[in-house]
Structure formats: C-alpha cells, structure tokens
C-alpha cells in the first residue's frame, strides 16, 4: 500500500471541499433563483425582501447587506482555475480568471472587470474610512471593494469570494 504525505491528503482534501462547495453554490443559484441568468444583462430592480427568501443566509449578508467574508477563508482566495467569474446572486458575467492575480490580501484580486458595466461602483464611508465599494451592474449586489494598488491597470479589484461564482472553460478538441 503506497503511503501518501499529510501535505498531499490535506490537498486533496481542500480540493475536493472547493469542487463540492462550487457545486453547491451553482445548484443553488441556478434551481432556486428565478432572476439568475448568464445571458441576460438586463438591469434587475428586486427588493432586498425578495432576495433574502431566495439566496442563502451567508451569501445575503455579504452580497445584499455589505458584509465581507473572513481574509483568507473564501474558495477563490488561492484558486487558479481557467475561466469566467459570475455573480452568485444573479449571474451576470464579471471577471476573466486571465485578470485574476495572487495580491495575498486574503481575498480573490483582480485588475479589470470582464467588460464596461459589469459593475458598478460606489463610495462607502463605513468604518470611519473612505473606499470605493464594487457592486454588480445587473443586481447592485456587493461584491467587495477597489483600491489603487494593482497591477496592470493599477487597479486591485478584492472581491468576496461568496459573491462570486467560477465556470471553468470548456475545453477545445483540435
């Protein structure tokens, strides 16, 4: 019986805590979520009662009441998959992992959105400071904040991981 080291198992074992919670977050939004779609952009005006019987109660308060996921505990914090990130709450395209980039801030970092309007943005003075908040263009769901540290386009786009959600590239047969 081959043995395997604890770096290895523990691995392993995150990887397929990532792939099963990824799962989850997609089963939920799409079967459970009238109002989430990945083609329509049309601009969503739902009150927060309605979305709070719709979406789980950590991805509420992140996304509809502002709240923000511990440093270094979201899925996407160390992912590098290839492909597109979406909105958790309503599916709206947001950012390509070729923009994603290790800021080691404890939250996933990007340096542009996808495309014009794919977000939106918005002065937030909470904790005595102020930051520019980042919401998603169709649902004005929060999903982290931007600051004018990063690569490339001097922009670091830290975002929740909660209020994100990856689908990874299909793969070309040539």
């Known amino acids: 019986m081959k043995m395997y080291s604890g770096y290895y ?11 099963f919670v990824s799962s989850v977050q997609a089963q939920t939004a799409s079967v459970k979520n009238p109002y989430y779609s990945r083609v329509d952009t049309t601009e969503l005006r739902v009150s927060d009662e309605v979305w709070k019987k719709i979406l789980p109660t950590d991805l509420y308060r992140v996304a509809r009441e502002g709240a923000t996921e511990q440093a270094f505990t979201g899925v996407y914090n160390d992912f590098d998959g290839i492909g597109t990130y979406y909105c958790a709450v309503c599916g709206n395209a947001l950012f390509r992992s070729d923009a994603k980039f290790a800021s080691t801030c404890g939250w996933p970092s ?12 918005q002065d937030d003075y909470s904790f005595n400071m102020h930051r520019v908040e980042v919401r998603c263009g169709r649902c004005s769901s929060h999903l982290g904040h931007v600051f004018d540290d990063g690569p490339v386009t001097g922009k670091r786009y830290c975002m929740n991981s909660i209020s994100l959600q990856f689908e990874p590239d299909k793969k070309q047969n040539f």
Request: proline share 4%; aromatic share 26%.
């Open 9 to 19: 198992v523990v691995s392993l074992f995150c990887f397929i805590c990532c792939a």
């Open 110 to 121: 990007f340096y542009e959105p996808l495309r014009d309007g794919s977000v939106f943005y």
